[in-house]
């Protein structure tokens, strides 16, 4: 276990990893586990994503994200558990919490194209007329987020002593969520609840978070000494963080590490603020038990036998979008 205190979050080149220099591979391999077994966050370059798509998607969410509110509650449907389409203001809260965070936000799911059973378990992306390039937009960055996921599960596996490929048949048509946020204006601080804030302290979900560049500073982790660093990527770095899944799964070896989206000071509460996570999530079967090799003696097992399914169903209703 390591103990270094970061002041940043710890920058990686995905090249290294996709050269073919063995020693370049097992440096990004052994920096990127260092990192997850302390603060659980890296900043990465040189992923699959273009600037020019990711600009492409910011244009398309602030379009539809400034459609009055009856015209977004179109597209926000009943019974699928806010896991497609619109989630109003306030809808969400985290684990622990009543309080809804200060954002709307917008959910695109996997498309199932070969004819994988799977796609029975998934509702139909909800897509918006207004602003149709969120489909076409949408659908490509949630394919390049994906594929740099799957690279990144190929470097945690090897970390981990597994399979380099152990998770690509796991997350192959897996649940995903591509989830463009606004973090509306408040024009009045003095109405909102006293502790709202635009996300509260939560670890995500998922296996590994997949996080564009924001708009606006914000969004901070908790180291272990109890400090909040604040994350500031460069333009061309995605974050790329472990989620409860991860963190269940390696019993406690990789961290889901907590981490906000702070308020602005209050004269800049009248801005907006935008983000696109992307949530990797595996397919509902997939058996999230610790791994053998991650429990001995001084590691002795943490969680309760448990699928990624049904895991994901009792965080839902933790967080108020699954009644
Ligand atoms: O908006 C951000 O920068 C991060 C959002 C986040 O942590 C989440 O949606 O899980
Ligand atoms: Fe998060």
């Known amino acids: 276990m390591s103990d270094i205190l970061y002041d940043e979050v710890p920058s990686l080149d995905l090249a290294d990893f996709d050269s073919g220099d063995a020693e370049r591979r097992k440096k990004f391999v052994r920096e990127l586990g260092e990192a997850y077994n302390n603060i659980g966050f890296v900043a990465i ?14 244009t398309a969410i602030q379009k539809f994200f400034s459609l009055p ?4 509650q179109k597209y926000e449907i009943e019974g699928l558990a806010g896991q497609r389409g619109y989630i109003g203001k306030g809808k969400e809260h985290a684990k622990g ?31 918006v007329e207004e602003v149709p390039e969120l489909k076409t937009v949408g659908l490509e960055v949630y ?6 996921g799957v690279q990144m599960l190929r470097a945690i596996a090897l970390y981990l002593g597994l399979d380099e490929n152990y998770f690509d048949n796991k997350v192959k048509n897996g649940n995903s969520i591509l989830r463009p946020i606004h973090y509306f204006p408040i024009e009045n601080p003095d109405a909102v609840p006293a502790d709202a804030v635009r996300a509260a302290e939560h670890g995500d979900i998922n296996l590994i978070t997949l996080l564009m560049g924001a708009s606006a500073d914000g969004l901070q982790v908790l180291r ?6 604040p994350i500031t990527a460069l333009p061309e770095q995605l974050v ?8 269940r799964h390696t019993n406690n070896k990789l961290k889901s590490t907590i981490h906000r989206v702070v308020n602005p000071p209050k004269e800049q509460m009248r801005t907006s603020r ?19 090799n991650c429990i001995d003696e001084a590691h002795p097992k943490q969680f309760d036998d448990i699928s990624a399914g049904d895991f994901l169903d009792q965080r839902l209703a933790e967080i108020g979008l699954k009644k």
């Open 45 to 58: 370059k040189n992923h699959y994503l273009t600037d020019e798509l990711s600009k492409s998607l910011y």
């Open 97 to 127: 919490r009543t309080t809804g965070d200060l954002k709307e936000f917008f959910h695109i799911g996997q498309e199932v194209t070969d004819n994988d059973p799977i796609k029975a378990e998934y509702p139909d992306n909800v897509w």
């Open 143 to 148: 394919r390049r987020l994906e594929k740099t």
């Open 274 to 292: 935008y983000s696109i996570p992307f949530f990797m999530h595996p397919r509902s079967e997939m058996d999230l038990s610790c791994l053998e």
């Open 240 to 247: 790329v963080n472990v989620g409860d899944m991860l963190e």
């Open 224 to 229: 272990k000494d109890g400090k909040w660093i």
């Open 69 to 72: 509110d009856e015209v977004k």
